[in-house]
């Protein structure tokens, strides 16, 4: 293989390679490579300077101030003739630009004129605010104390109006140009190179990366062959690969360790069994969640790569562990069952072709037998899932996971709160209390009282179950020996830039 460059599988076609229309996590490792954003979680989930180099909060947490770091340009690369460097004006235009798309759910409801500016009654975010060339403000419309965890989200790339809007039709395909440490040097559906961006800003990443290719490979055996012959440098092993590499104690198999790096770590994932509350009353979901032995899910499906989930946070996340109310008691899942009325009548559980949901659909259909609950699998595509979860009638439960972009708790526990349906709550939960604790968590600039009040409301919330947390899942990697300080955020951010290759 070439000096200094790295080959990476891909499972599925790049779609984009515009930040804005990105919806893809597999896409994103390439994305993610080429753009930056003011700031980022570091592999420990703590908050580091990007293109922001420092930000601080006015007016009691309703306005934030970033500045940016000076003399940090654009890749001048493709029709891009000058040298462009990084000013707050393409802060603001990126922002505006991706809340129309994706990022409407980051800022909206948050922001100043946001949401009249998405609904097309404004010409710009008022709350968007570009101060100096360097310096970026955004204007809340209450005291938000945590908003800086949702800047964190790799989603919030940052690029050059001018270039956008100079080529808008081929913006994301042929030409991406973003501050990152790699540049776009050839793009189609199946393939990407990327080259290394000798002007970046940061001269201390340490990586010696010149080149990346990323191929389109959708059969996982021909991924996985071809990573064992050297051809593959990184592949993330499904779950049912794992007892062929891993042992027991987590450690690769004496026969794989001489030729290949192991790296693991959790990413912000967890995966679940949402109910419409509208649909099933609260004692039978009692009855399945209690019913649900979420430590033999853990033990087959991921071979203990994972750890039961108690809620919708990674533990330990910002210090904060949820309560732990829905363990498998079979005695009070009878009693539960017994109390709600069910009378025998197949409940559907949705599960689509996304990773794990049918192998999750059927270990707890065959749970819920066990436990005298009929179950009904309903397969479909992705997309079709996501509709009928979304759609005015819903369904009684579906298997899903999610990919958290904030790192904190506060915003995953967005996922019980009334006023955040459709999306996290996709439950059509409402719980007065939860929403007074919850907000007052929200409020607060003390991690400790943060923390203790989310306690106080998720206990509320757990116990009229609108949602069973089932696991986080263990990433796991392969590398070549040549591939060494490989490294993943949470969220889900191939670092790249500080690989070296031998």
Same mark, same amino acid.
């Given at each position: 293989?070439?000096?200094?460059?790295?080959?990476?599988?891909?499972?599925?076609?790049?779609?984009?390679?515009?930040?804005?229309?990105?919806?893809?996590?597999?896409?994103?490792?390439?994305?993610?490579?080429?753009?930056?954003?003011?700031?980022? *979680?570091?592999?420990?989930?703590?908050?580091?300077?990007?293109?922001?180099?420092?930000?601080?909060?006015?007016?009691?947490?309703?306005?934030?101030?970033?500045?940016?770091?000076?003399?940090?340009?654009?890749?001048?690369?493709?029709?891009?003739?000058?040298?462009?460097?990084?000013?707050?004006?393409?802060?603001?235009?990126?922002?505006?630009?991706?809340?129309?798309?994706?990022?409407?759910?980051?800022?909206?409801?948050?922001?100043?004129?946001?949401?009249?500016?998405?609904?097309?009654?404004?010409?710009?975010?008022?709350?968007?605010?570009?101060?100096?060339?360097?310096?970026?403000?955004?204007? *809340?419309?209450?005291?938000?104390?945590?908003?800086?965890?949702?800047?964190?989200?790799?989603?919030?790339?940052?690029?050059?109006?001018?270039?956008?809007?100079?080529?808008?039709?081929?913006?994301?395909?042929?030409?991406?140009?973003?501050?990152?440490?790699?540049?776009?040097?050839?793009?189609?559906?199946?393939?990407?190179?990327?080259?290394?961006?000798?002007?970046?800003?940061?001269?201390?990443?340490? @990586?010696?990366?010149?080149?990346?290719?990323?191929?389109?490979?959708?059969?996982?055996?021909?991924?996985?062959?071809?990573?064992?012959?050297?051809?593959?440098?990184?592949?993330?092993?499904?779950?049912?690969?794992?007892?062929?590499?891993?042992?027991?104690? @987590?450690? *690769?198999?004496?026969? %794989?360790?001489?030729?290949?790096?192991?790296?693991?770590?959790?990413? +912000?994932?967890? %995966?679940?069994?949402?109910?419409?509350?509208?649909?099933?009353?609260?004692?039978?979901?009692?009855?399945?969640?209690?019913?649900?032995?979420? @430590?033999?899910?853990?033990?087959?499906?991921?071979?203990?790569?994972?750890?039961?989930?108690?809620?919708?946070?990674?533990?330990? +996340?910002?210090?904060?562990?949820?309560?732990?109310?829905?363990?498998?008691?079979?005695?009070?899942?009878?009693?539960?069952?017994?109390?709600?009325?069910?009378?025998?009548?197949?409940?559907?559980?949705?599960?689509?072709?996304?990773?794990?949901?049918?192998?999750?659909?059927?270990?707890?259909?065959?749970?819920?037998?066990?436990?005298?609950?009929?179950?009904?699998?309903?397969?479909?595509?992705?997309?079709?899932?996501?509709?009928?979860?979304?759609?005015?009638?819903?369904?009684?439960?579906?298997?899903?996971?999610?990919?958290?972009?904030?790192?904190?708790?506060?915003?995953?526990?967005?996922?019980?709160?009334?006023?955040?349906?459709?999306?996290?709550?996709?439950?059509?939960?409402?719980?007065?209390?939860?929403?007074?604790?919850?907000?007052?968590?929200?409020?607060?600039?003390?991690?400790?009282?943060?923390?203790?009040?989310?306690?106080?409301?998720?206990?509320?919330?757990?116990?009229?179950?609108?949602?069973?947390?089932?696991?986080?899942?263990?990433?796991?990697?392969?590398?070549?020996?040549?591939?060494?300080?490989?490294?993943?955020?949470?969220?889900?951010?191939?670092?790249?830039?500080?690989?070296?290759?031998?």
């Amino acid at each position: 293989m070439e000096e200094g460059t790295l080959v990476v599988p891909l499972e599925n076609e790049i779609q984009t390679l515009d930040p804005a229309q990105l919806f893809d996590p597999v896409t994103s490792r390439v994305i993610w490579q080429i753009y930056e954003g003011l700031l980022a *979680l570091d592999e420990n989930g703590n908050v580091v300077p990007v293109l922001a180099i420092s930000w601080e909060p006015e007016r009691n947490y309703t306005v934030w101030r970033f500045r940016l770091r000076d003399s940090v340009y654009f890749h001048q690369v493709g029709p891009v003739r000058e040298r462009i460097k990084l000013s707050a004006y393409d802060v603001k235009f990126s922002f505006e630009r991706f809340a129309r798309r994706f990022g409407a759910f980051i800022f909206a409801g948050h922001v100043k004129g946001f949401d009249e500016y998405v609904k097309g009654r404004a010409k710009e975010v008022s709350g968007f605010v570009v101060v100096d060339s360097l310096t970026f403000e955004i204007h *809340l419309v209450k005291s938000e104390p945590s908003f800086i965890y949702r800047l964190t989200s790799p989603y919030l790339s940052i690029y050059p109006r001018e270039v956008v809007e100079s080529f808008p039709d081929n913006f994301g395909k042929e030409i991406a140009v973003g501050t990152g440490p790699f540049y776009l040097y050839r793009f189609s559906p199946t393939e990407v190179i990327l080259k290394r961006n000798h002007d970046y800003w940061d001269r201390g990443a340490g @990586g010696n990366v010149e080149t990346i290719i990323f191929k389109v490979e959708k059969n996982q055996q021909i991924r996985l062959t071809r990573f064992l012959q050297g051809q593959y440098d990184i592949i993330q092993l499904p779950s049912f690969l794992i007892p062929q590499f891993i042992s027991k104690d @987590g450690e *690769l198999l004496p026969k %794989y360790s001489g030729k290949f790096n192991l790296y693991s770590t959790y990413t +912000l994932n967890v %995966y679940y069994i949402g109910f419409r509350c509208d649909r099933v009353d609260v004692n039978l979901r009692r009855a399945i969640a209690m019913a649900i032995d979420r @430590g033999r899910i853990v033990e087959m499906l991921l071979h203990n790569q994972g750890v039961v989930a108690k809620g919708p946070c990674l533990p330990g +996340l910002q210090g904060y562990d949820s309560p732990d109310v829905l363990v498998y008691n079979p005695d009070s899942s009878r009693f539960y069952l017994s109390r709600s009325g069910y009378g025998g009548k197949e409940v559907e559980l949705l599960v689509t072709d996304a990773p794990n949901s049918q192998e999750i659909g059927e270990i707890v259909q065959n749970q819920l037998k066990n436990a005298g609950i009929n179950v009904k699998i309903t397969k479909v595509d992705y997309n079709t899932g996501v509709s009928r979860i979304f759609s005015k009638e819903g369904v009684d439960m579906f298997v899903l996971s999610s990919e958290w972009v904030f790192g904190a708790p506060e915003y995953m526990l967005d996922s019980y709160y009334s006023k955040a349906q459709p999306t996290p709550n996709k439950y059509k939960y409402e719980n007065p209390e939860f929403d007074r604790i919850f907000e007052r968590a929200r409020s607060s600039s003390d991690r400790k009282e943060i923390n203790k009040l989310l306690y106080e409301a998720e206990l509320i919330a757990q116990r009229d179950v609108p949602v069973v947390w089932l696991f986080h899942m263990k990433n796991i990697y392969l590398t070549g020996k040549r591939v060494n300080n490989f490294k993943v955020n949470p969220n889900n951010w191939w670092m790249l830039k500080y690989v070296k290759v031998s």
